[in-house]
């Protein structure tokens, strides 16, 4: 059997699952009545005699404002969360906050751009960003952080929740440990993995410490933490937005595209692309009353 759950941002209505049951079944499936997990913006629909593929085709774009994910029915209460931070468990980009302060923020931006679309390799894009940052001092970077950085809504909620339900929580950004470890710990994370940027006399080296940690960490970190708890890849959830995150959104049971990329968004077994982090939370099966408030 499978689940479909409706997550609607601004409201879900009678007419809205009505709509959905019509779209199954015109698909060739059954749709049972709904379950709401909370009244007005989520519910499950159980889907017999359709495959996953095909549900997610009818339902995806059926109803504005409103995200899908159709998975299976058991094991929807993941045991591991691996994300991606920045524009994923924050607001921004890091890299290009911090050139903003040095005036040049579009050109930084555009190469972030590039490199979260799949355009530009990787490390090559991250090597070059951080080479026009040399010689910033310590204190801007400081500043930007308490400045710029923000943690994207829901994100407290999610971690919090499915910590407090026996999972584990692995922050792996691509971005640097002077962002990570502070957000990491103020959302609840278990464990953060990042870059380091190098200094030199209190100064950006312009340089990044190796091994760099991009797609192929990631996907090795959500691996070895499963081999760790002893669990198979159906108990992982792994959030992401950029190319980056492909490996470990396709490796995982549940693989969500957070307001992502086009790439990513094909490489995703779901997308969220209405809805904050919390939209994960009802995608588990989690009801708004068992939700831990941060």
Not at 81 to 90: F, R
Not at 190 to 197: E, K, P, V
Not at 214 to 230: F, I, N, V, W, Y
């Amino acid at each position: 059997m499978l689940i479909a759950t409706l997550i609607a941002a601004e409201g879900l209505k009678a007419g809205d699952i009505s709509a959905a049951r019509d779209a199954i079944a015109a698909a060739g499936g059954q749709a049972g009545e709904p379950d709401w997990l909370e009244a007005g913006r989520a519910a499950d629909l159980a889907l017999e005699g359709i495959g996953r593929a095909t549900a997610r085709a009818a339902l995806e774009a059926l109803l504005p404002g409103v995200d899908v994910v159709v998975q299976p029915g058991e094991n929807r209460r993941k045991k591991l969360i691996v994300a991606d931070m920045d524009s994923t468990m924050i607001t921004i980009e890091c890299i290009d906050e911090l050139a903003d302060y040095l005036g040049i923020k579009a050109e930084v931006a555009a190469i972030t751009e590039a490199a979260m679309r799949g355009e530009l390799d990787f490390i090559g894009a991250l090597d070059a960003r951080v080479a026009l940052l040399k010689g910033m001092d310590q204190a801007t970077i400081d500043r930007c952080r308490e400045e710029r950085v923000k943690i994207m809504p829901g994100a407290k909620a999610l971690v919090r929740t499915m910590k407090a339900n026996g999972a584990r929580a692995v922050l792996v950004s691509g971005g640097f440990t002077v962002f990570a470890d502070p957000v990491a710990a103020e959302i609840g994370f278990d464990l953060a993995i990042s870059n380091t940027l190098e200094m030199i006399d209190g100064k950006l080296a312009g340089t990044v410490s190796r091994p760099v940690i991009d797609s192929g960490t990631k996907q090795k970190t959500l691996l070895t933490e499963l081999e760790a708890l002893g669990l198979p890849t159906d108990m992982a959830l792994a959030v992401g937005d950029g190319a980056n995150d492909m490996p470990m959104i396709e490796t995982a049971g549940l693989g969500i595209a957070y307001h992502a990329k086009p790439k990513t968004a094909a490489a995703a077994d779901a997308c969220i692309n209405h809805n904050d982090l919390t939209a994960l939370l009802f995608a588990q099966g989690y009801r708004r009353s068992e939700w831990v408030e941060a």
